[in-house]
């Protein structure tokens, strides 16, 4: 399997399809610890990047990112929006004007793409936020193709360490975004963004294993 410009748009839809799915479940964990709009934003921001994606058809995974990287800065508020969008932004640069991705160009994508949250956020593992569940996703991936496994093996590791990431905010205070305002309060409770982290690379596995 390589990932082509019409399986990146896959993964997109993949993953609008569950932000909208998740979206109250993201809303909950949003209004225990933020402003209850998570789920909004990323359920509006995704549909709008899969409806901005079929007037555009986009050539390569490359353009397909930057796409959707634009659409999520333009449309969505709040720290969610920027940091996905950056996020997407990112995750073209290393991969140029390639047509088709593999396991270590796609391992690249996505160290560029958290690389650019923690450069947007300064947010480090350990602050409850959505690199809670980025950074061990990117080092599962390293590992596994380093390790040689097959691509499929390989995004299903980074996406179930990305659950177990996101799981494991529940107990941690925050340091980042509006959460940070309740100190000691905010734990206790799963970090949305973590959340949704992980919904992107459970939707990224299910769409390219
Ligand atoms: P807002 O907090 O502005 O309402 P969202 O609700 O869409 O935006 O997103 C909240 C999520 O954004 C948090 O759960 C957290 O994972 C993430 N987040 C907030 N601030 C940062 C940051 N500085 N770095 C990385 N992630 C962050
Ligand atoms: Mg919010």
Redesign the pocket.
């Known amino acids: 399997m390589a990932v082509a410009a019409g399986d990146a748009v896959r993964w997109v839809e993949l993953s609008a399809d569950v932000m909208v799915a998740e979206r109250e479940h993201l809303t909950k ?2 209004s225990a ?3 209850a ?2 789920g909004a ?2 359920s509006r921001g995704f549909q709008a990047a899969v409806e901005k994606l079929s007037a555009d058809s986009p050539g390569e995974p490359a353009a397909v990112f930057k796409s959707v990287g634009m659409t999520l800065l333009s449309k ?6 920027p ?1 996905y969008g950056s996020f997407f932004m990112k995750l073209a640069e290393p991969i140029g004007g390639s047509e088709q991705l593999g396991p270590e160009e796609w391992m690249a994508a996505l160290r560029a793409g958290v690389e650019g ?2 450069a ?4 480090e593992p350990g ?6 569940a980025l950074m061990p996703a990117v080092e599962a991936l390293e590992t596994a193709v380093a390790e040689g496994a097959s691509f499929a093996s390989a995004l299903e590791r980074s996406a179930a360490a990305a659950e177990q990431g996101a799981r494991a905010t529940v107990p941690l205070v ?1 340091r ?5 305002y309740l100190g000691e309060r905010s734990a206790g409770h799963q ?7 992980h919904l992107l690379l459970r939707a990224a596995a299910e769409a390219w294993g």
Do not use: C, E
């Open positions: 964990l949003d610890i933020g402003d709009d998570h934003n990323m969505v508020g709040g720290a969610g929006g940091l949250v923690k947007r956020g300064k947010a602050d409850k936020t959505m690199i809670d925050a980042k975004g509006r959460a940070s970090d949305p963004g973590a959340t949704s982290s």
